[in-house]
């Protein structure tokens, strides 16, 4: 997707994922429960290149799992986009992988960096990470199932000490024939908090050839800044720090292109994209979309005195129209604010 900025929109191509062009150096981050098609519809429109599916189950998608599918809706239109798996059998994530590209996706992402337990005892998600040589033949597996190119999302390691590093599990990754490696600058046994390791994502990038893109703690263009200058990466990925404020991508990717920085959206802008998050998710899982909408409502209800009553508020809801209502209340709110320049 073209991005709204036009600053954006005209920047040059720096790499190529298969057919997709990166040009402004930031990906929305896969992640469960959240990145659903409003949340990427959004991602892209405000800059980023790619955005990537929560991560499914392999042998599900394979066993036909109509929940598992359902995982991986898009929207019309929706091409800038890899789709997820998690999977302890090559073979079984090289079937996966196949079934995706004939459902029209057009670039296979790998999970090797789920914490959970239960995803890391049946050997997938970071478990891979403990030995290269699966790394490896995991990602040779699903390459050769496939035309469109596959990518894989490691962490910085299995554990802090002793086990093999970025670099090593990146030149698996490419040596098995990945097309783009995403890394997570922290180890399993960090999960998702503590320091990013720059530095391993520095070693990874300096000993592939593919883009390498960094991740982890990037809520601001600055963090971005830092992730690009300290490891030298092609691109950044964001997760967590877009929650609730979608335009970050914009922002980030205007400071990579060395643009600059545009003012905060005002209270029209912002209040408009609480409610097209949640006409998507409603358009997409009807009444459910409520219920998923009360985590986003956590992260756009903020900087306001009345905050905290809106998310207490959503968290009671349970009706579309309810929610409807609270949303458009939040408009009034924030616009009133705006007016009496609170
Ligand atoms: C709630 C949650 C769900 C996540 N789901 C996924 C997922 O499905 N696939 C994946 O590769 N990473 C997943 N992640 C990890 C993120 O993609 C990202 O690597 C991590 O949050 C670090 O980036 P950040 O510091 O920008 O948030 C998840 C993280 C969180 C907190």
Known sequence: MASADPGLSRLPVA??????AVRRRVLAAPMCGTSKPPYRRLACRYGADIAFT???????????????????????????????????????????AAALEASGFLLVDINMGCPVRKV???????????????????VRACVRAVSVPVSVKL???????????????????????????????RPRDRRHAGAVDLDGIRRAKASVRVPVVGNGGIASPGDALRMLGAT????????????????????????????????????????????????GLLEQLGPRGVLLFRKAAGWYF???????DFRARAHRIGSAAEMRGLVAEWRRHLLEEARLGV
């Not at 990466?233 to 970050?248: E, K, S």
């Not at 922002?251 to 998050?277: F, K, M, N, Q, T």
């Not at 903020?302 to 905290?308: K, L």
């Open 232 to 279: 030298g990466c092609d691109a950044v990925m964001i997760g967590r720090g877009a929650h609730g404020r979608p335009w970050l991508f914009r922002d980030v990717a205007r400071a990579i292109a060395g643009l600059p920085s545009l003012p905060p959206p005002g209270p029209a802008e912002r209040a408009g994209v609480v409610a097209e998050h949640l006409e």
């Open 120 to 138: 890391v005892r049946s050997g997938a998600g970071a478990a891979l990470l403990r030995d290269p040589r699966r790394v490896e033949a995991v």
């Open 155 to 185: 962490r910085s390691g299995w554990r802090h000490k002793g086990h093999a590093e970025a670099d090593e599990l990146a030149r698996a990754a490419e040596q098995g024939g990945a097309a783009l490696i995403t890394i997570h600058g």
């Open 15 to 20: 790499f190529r994922v298969g057919d997709l």
């Open 302 to 308: 903020q900087g306001s005195a009345a905050a905290d």
């Open 54 to 96: 929560e991560m499914v189950k392999a042998h599900l998608l394979v066993a036909g799992c109509s929940r598992t599918w359902d995982l991986l809706a898009r929207e019309d239109g929706e091409r800038a986009l890899g789709a997820q798996i998690c999977g302890a059998d090559e073979d079984v994530l090289a079937r996966a």
